[in-house]
């Protein structure tokens, strides 16, 4: 049983990544024979029907990290189109919302080829130093010498 467990915390770390090592280590090496024993016995005596029941422990609260690495997780994840915005939501315990279940599309990793308002080369290299004002083509009335 880690210390920090039962709150007796001289002579170890208390703080972020340390307790986190700790838990991280407590689950593999200790919790988790037991709960893979546990499973299989469940499954072995109880569970009549295996095509309908499961027996499963979550032990992901106990691993999940602090709630800046799990934003940062699951943001990477959506933004890279690996998870739904939905399936996020589901993962962190919230309801599901209208509109989420389509994963997004990260733009800026495709060649502009694939872009849908590709430029031509031809384009782009007449656009570079141009502020985006009238276009350099465009002549520019000569001054009104009546002064």
Not at 13 to 36: K, Y
Not at 98 to 126: E, F, I, K, Q, W
């Amino acid at each position: 049983m880690p210390l920090v467990l039962l709150h007796h915390m001289t002579k170890t770390s208390s703080w972020g990544t340390g307790v986190e090592a700790i838990m991280l280590a407590f689950v593999r090496n200790n919790l988790m024979p037991w709960l893979s024993c546990w499973t299989g016995a469940i499954r072995r005596d109880l569970i009549l029907a295996p095509n309908i029941y499961e027996a499963a422990f979550d032990v992901e609260p106990l691993i999940a990290g602090d709630s800046k690495a799990q934003a940062d997780f699951f943001s990477r994840l959506v933004l890279n189109g690996i998870l739904t915005r939905n399936e996020a939501r589901e993962a962190l315990g919230y309801n599901p919302l209208d509109g989420l279940d389509d994963p997004l599309v990260p733009t800026n990793t495709t060649t502009p080829d694939n872009m849908p308002n590709h430029r031509s080369d031809d384009t782009a290299s007449a656009l570079i130093g141009h502020n985006g004002g009238p276009s350099i083509s465009d002549t520019v009335p000569e001054p009104d010498d009546d002064n």
